[in-house]
């Protein structure tokens, strides 16, 4: 939820479906941070009780770490929970702050996402064709699919910044039409 006294910018009928989305995938890939745990905790145990360390556990405590963080990008950008300066926003008028919002995220935001997205499939890509594995004895195999959360979190970024876009319009020029009851 946002804070209480956080700007709220009217909704349409197609960021409510981009947002609904986004809800979605968070709320699920948020269940990858108890599978995280238990993994911890199991490879804890098996270190400290047993004396085995299994490089497989330690890998992929790294991959759903980072898997659970690019999936979180977009859900924490959408519910406005992400970290600001709000000192001067605070008290700027709704409008100044849509017209900052809507440029910072077509200038700064939305390229830089889409740029990461541009640069990271053909990451991706090269890592399944060359079917690429961990170095480590142990290690995990199918790299790709690690890889493939760069692309997918900063897509749905993307994606959460082009609703809250939609949002800035239609406080700002009306257009796409807000909701009447958001």
């Known amino acids: 939820e946002p804070s209480s006294d956080a700007f709220l910018l009217p909704k349409t009928y197609l960021s409510n479906a981009i947002d609904g989305l986004i809800q979605r995938i968070g709320e699920v890939a948020a269940w990858l941070w108890l599978v995280l745990l238990a993994i911890i905790i ?17 890998e992929l405590q790294w991959h759903l770490y980072g898997a659970a963080w690019l999936l979180a990008l977009a859900f924490v950008f959408k519910n406005d929970a992400h970290v600001r300066i709000d000192v001067l926003a605070a008290r700027w008028r709704p409008r100044t702050r849509a017209w900052i919002e809507l440029l910072g995220i077509l200038f700064l935001l939305l ?23 961990s170095p480590s004895p142990g290690g995990l195999p199918h790299r790709w699919i690690i890889k493939a959360f760069i692309p997918l979190g900063f897509g749905l970024l ?23 009851n958001p």
């Open 158 to 180: 993307a994606l959460a910044a082009f609703a809250r876009l939609l949002r800035c319009a239609a406080l700002l020029f009306g257009v796409p039409s807000p909701l009447r």
């Open 42 to 58: 199991v490879n804890v145990a098996l270190r400290y009780l047993f004396g085995r360390g299994y490089i497989l556990f330690e």
């Open 111 to 133: 390229p830089f996402a889409l740029l990461v997205v541009i640069e990271a499939v053909p990451f991706t890509v090269t890592a399944y064709h060359l079917n690429e594995i």
